[in-house]
């Protein structure tokens, strides 16, 4: 019979300001296939950036477990990435974190940060399989609270503690269960996420801010010398629904643009315009239908916009 290992982890953030993670600490519980700890470990790293105000003010519930001075005295990301992607990369084991997805990117990032090869590895993510069995959605200490976890012994935001009270929670599922840890993740097939799919939501997620702060330029704006002018004097709101798709949203704005009207992200009617929220189909909702028309708007289709734009 081959043996497998399970590599618990969890990552602190110094700050993730626009959207990038910097790594602080990566705590890791390794354990063998009946969740014995073979070893544990909290690998401290310094930042290298500023640690958000709230991480050190007693406030937000969330406290790191060193001080500033302790983080900055460790070496970097870079020092250990030989060491962290045998970790995350040894054959023959699992990877598995409570809101893993999160710890994917930020490892991610810090890659990328240090213009090193992305560690290409998949995670179980203990968060969405509880959330899905049991209809709820807890902290990791209320599922190891649950679970009979005596959380005495541990710091929250502590990366090695929370791996730790992850890889308990996980246990505690399997002897309820009845079922080998194996067992249990290899009929939840669908709660692992890759780096590859971190990546992509990441590109996603900065192609989506790209177009809709390409849409927010437009917003406020009329043509100085339009193309067309079937729509001069008149001012529209997109609902929230035409503006997911954020590919269309900034087609339909330019469009508007170049026709000689104008785009606001909250439409007023005023002397020299009329004012249109545009929906896909009319709400069937008389309040926001009143608040449209006491504003002194009126509603459209987007069928009917596009009519006025041929």
Same mark, same amino acid.
């Given at each position: 019979?081959?043996?497998?290992?399970?590599?618990?982890?969890?990552?602190?953030?110094?700050?993730?300001?626009?959207?990038?993670?910097?790594?602080?600490?990566?705590?890791?519980?390794?354990?063998?296939?009946?969740?014995?700890?073979?070893?544990?470990?909290?690998?401290?790293?310094?930042?290298?950036?500023?640690?958000?105000?709230?991480?050190?003010?007693?406030?937000?519930?969330?406290?790191?477990?060193?001080?500033?001075?302790?983080?900055?005295?460790?070496?970097?990301?870079?020092?250990?990435?030989?060491?962290?992607?045998?970790?995350?990369?040894?054959?023959?084991?699992?990877?598995?974190?409570?809101?893993?997805?999160?710890?994917?990117?930020?490892?991610?990032?810090?890659?990328?940060?240090?213009?090193?090869?992305?560690?290409?590895?998949?995670?179980?993510?203990?968060?969405?399989?509880?959330?899905?069995?049991?209809?709820?959605?807890?902290?990791?200490?209320?599922?190891?609270?649950?679970?009979?976890?005596?959380?005495?012994?541990?710091?929250?935001? #502590?990366?090695? /503690?929370?791996?730790?009270? %992850? !890889?308990?929670?996980?246990?505690? $599922?399997?002897?309820?269960?009845?079922?080998?840890?194996?067992?249990?993740?290899?009929?939840?097939?669908?709660?692992?996420?890759?780096?590859?799919?971190?990546?992509?939501?990441?590109?996603?997620?900065?192609?989506?801010?790209?177009?809709?702060?390409?849409?927010?330029?437009?917003?406020?704006?009329?043509?100085?010398?339009?193309?067309?002018?079937?729509?001069?004097?008149?001012?529209?709101?997109?609902?929230?629904?035409?503006?997911?798709?954020?590919?269309?949203?900034?087609?339909?704005?330019?469009?508007?643009?170049?026709?000689?009207?104008?785009?606001?992200?909250?439409?007023?009617?005023?002397?020299?315009?009329?004012?249109?929220?545009?929906?896909?189909?009319?709400?069937?909702?008389?309040?926001?239908?009143? #608040?449209?028309? /006491?504003?002194?708007?009126? %509603? !459209?289709?987007?069928?009917?916009? $596009?009519?006025?734009?041929?």
């Amino acid at each position: 019979m081959i043996h497998k290992s399970y590599v618990f982890f969890d990552c602190e953030c110094a700050n993730t300001y626009e959207g990038i993670g910097k790594i602080c600490s990566l705590g890791y519980v390794i354990c063998d296939d009946e969740l014995n700890v073979i070893e544990s470990e909290d690998v401290v790293m310094n930042p290298e950036c500023e640690f958000d105000w709230y991480l050190f003010s007693g406030k937000g519930g969330i406290k790191l477990a060193y001080s500033k001075d302790y983080f900055r005295a460790k070496p970097n990301y870079e020092s250990y990435y030989k060491d962290i992607k045998k970790l995350l990369t040894t054959g023959n084991r699992y990877i598995a974190g409570f809101a893993v997805s999160n710890d994917v990117g930020f490892v991610n990032d810090a890659c990328e940060r240090y213009n090193l090869p992305f560690i290409q590895f998949r995670a179980f993510d203990l968060e969405r399989y509880l959330e899905k069995k049991y209809e709820k959605k807890q902290k990791l200490a209320e599922w190891a609270q649950e679970f009979g976890v005596n959380l005495e012994k541990f710091q929250t935001h #502590k990366s090695v /503690d929370d791996a730790m009270m %992850t !890889m308990l929670c996980l246990k505690a $599922e399997c002897k309820k269960r009845g079922l080998s840890v194996e067992e249990i993740i290899n009929e939840a097939k669908e709660m692992f996420v890759s780096n590859e799919q971190i990546l992509q939501q990441a590109e996603e997620r900065a192609y989506r801010r790209e177009m809709t702060e390409k849409i927010s330029r437009l917003y406020g704006k009329v043509s100085p010398k339009p193309h067309f002018k079937t729509l001069l004097g008149k001012k529209f709101e997109l609902d929230r629904k035409i503006l997911r798709d954020v590919d269309y949203a900034f087609e339909l704005v330019k469009r508007i643009y170049d026709n000689g009207g104008m785009t606001v992200e909250h439409v007023f009617p005023d002397k020299s315009s009329q004012a249109f929220v545009v929906f896909e189909n009319i709400p069937d909702n008389p309040h926001l239908l009143k #608040k449209i028309t /006491d504003r002194g708007a009126k %509603t !459209m289709t987007l069928e009917e916009l $596009e009519e006025e734009l041929k």
